[in-house]
């Protein structure tokens, strides 16, 4: 369904694409070394109003992660995000239709489920 703007309203069954640093840079723990995703990397920055991600459906891996020699691309479910009571919203860039942000009250205990709720996306570019 779309709204208004061109905005598209994010259903449960969407899923969404999360770019994240890899190998993890100094002094930021995206990645344990066992692989699996740290809260770190669903937890807002300075100045940022929600957590930017891709819609999947409207992107392909290899724009989402921009540069596999640096990132890594994670997914997550909308209907997991919002039911830990947060938004997800399409905010769509210039360059980029797909951007989306993970909004709420996104506190050190809902980073860490979002984590836990989130995969490492496999795929062959």
């Known amino acids: 369904m779309i709204i ?3 905005r598209i309203e994010i259903l449960r069954e969407h899923n969404l694409l999360r ?13 344990k070394d ?5 809260s770190t990397c669903f937890q807002l920055r300075n100045g940022e ?3 930017s991600v891709d819609l999947e459906h409207l ?7 921009k540069d596999k020699t640096k990132y890594r691309l994670i997914t997550i479910n909308a209907g997991s995000i ?6 997800t919203e399409h905010t769509p860039l210039p360059d980029n239709y797909a951007h ?4 709420g009250d996104i506190d050190r205990k809902k980073s860490k489920k979002l984590a836990g709720l989130a ?4 795929y062959l570019s």
Do not use: M, W
């Open 4 to 6: 208004n703007n061109d």
């Open 19 to 31: 770019r994240a640093f890899y190998p993890n840079p100094p002094d930021i723990t995206y990645f």
């Open 34 to 38: 066992d692989g699996t995703i740290c």
């Open 49 to 51: 109003n929600g957590i």
């Open 59 to 65: 992107t392909k891996y290899e724009i989402s992660i």
């Open 82 to 87: 919002h039911d830990l009571s947060l938004l």
């Open 100 to 103: 989306s942000l993970i909004k």
């Open 119 to 122: 995969r490492t996306v496999q």
